[in-house]
């Protein structure tokens, strides 16, 4: 494993206790950073911090909730005085069906988790950074944002959303210490795949010319990198993690 200067840093990780989550915060431990857990299961956050370690916080939210992100965001600086990094991990898949048949609730859902929240997750985030005057901000989108993948139109159109959202922010924010980036991972095999139906997962997999699915220590080792010091002339970026599918 390379050595990533986190030094002194505190980041947020919302879906923090479980895949990607939490394969990122084990990637800012080890970089030296002390990392806040998101996330709406009590269970897996208690578990999570107790496997963690004592540089590894939890705070109950669900992002979808904007008065619990406000919340969330006091409750970290209660305890941590600042936040350096914020990792927008949290998201659900929605069902595998075509978008005429796309149940109504369903398609609000997948939006509130993946774009409306992670839009709330950044307002209430930012202002905190702009006081500091540095930050890093790293987005979790996919390679569904770019391509668009059949059956799957809600998470299709939130992961465009969190790239077009990505490059609006960064823009935003040129002109100061943050840096606003995104990912945009093909698949990779993690609890969300139990979301999923399995003719949609060996799609997704027939798509990668590497002929397998990324793992999460790849994807949090691309986010560790974006979240410190020496990203520095890269914002509103979209970085690809796709074993070949996506080359634009």
């Known amino acids: 494993m390379n050595q990533l200067d986190m030094q002194g840093r505190h980041a947020v990780i919302t879906g923090g206790a479980v895949g990607l989550g939490y394969a990122i915060a084990e990637r800012m431990l080890a ?3 002390s990392v806040t857990l998101w996330d709406r299961d009590d269970a897996a956050l ?4 107790a496997a963690l370690g004592s540089k590894a916080r939890a705070v109950r939210v669900d992002v979808s909730s904007h008065a619990e992100v406000v919340a969330a965001v006091q409750a970290t600086l209660q305890h941590a005085p600042g936040i350096d990094a ?4 949290a998201g659900i898949s929605g069902p595998n069906v075509k978008t005429w048949e796309y149940p109504v609730d369903e398609w609000r859902k997948v939006m509130d988790v993946n774009l409306n929240g992670l839009f709330m997750c950044c307002r209430e985030v930012v202002p905190v950074m702009r006081k500091s005057g540095y930050g890093r901000i790293v987005n979790i989108a996919s390679v569904a944002g770019k ?6 139109p809600a998470y299709s159109a939130s992961k465009a959303g969190v790239i077009g959202l ?3 922010l960064g823009k935003e924010l040129a002109d100061t210490g943050i840096r606003v980036n995104c990912v945009t991972p093909a698949a990779v095999r993690t609890p969300i795949f139990a979301q999923m139906s399995e003719e949609h997962i060996a799609f997704m997999l027939s798509k990668i010319p590497m002929g397998r699915f990324g793992k999460p220590e790849e994807i949090a080792a691309m986010v560790a990198w974006l979240c410190t010091e020496d990203c520095s002339f890269s914002t509103g970026a979209v970085f690809d993690l796709s074993g070949g599918r996506s080359t634009y």
């Open 31 to 33: 970089s030296g950073a």
């Open 46 to 49: 208690a578990k999570a911090t």
């Open 166 to 168: 990505t490059k609006s």
């Open 147 to 152: 391509d668009g993948n059949p059956n799957a």
């Open 86 to 89: 914020l990792i927008n991990s």
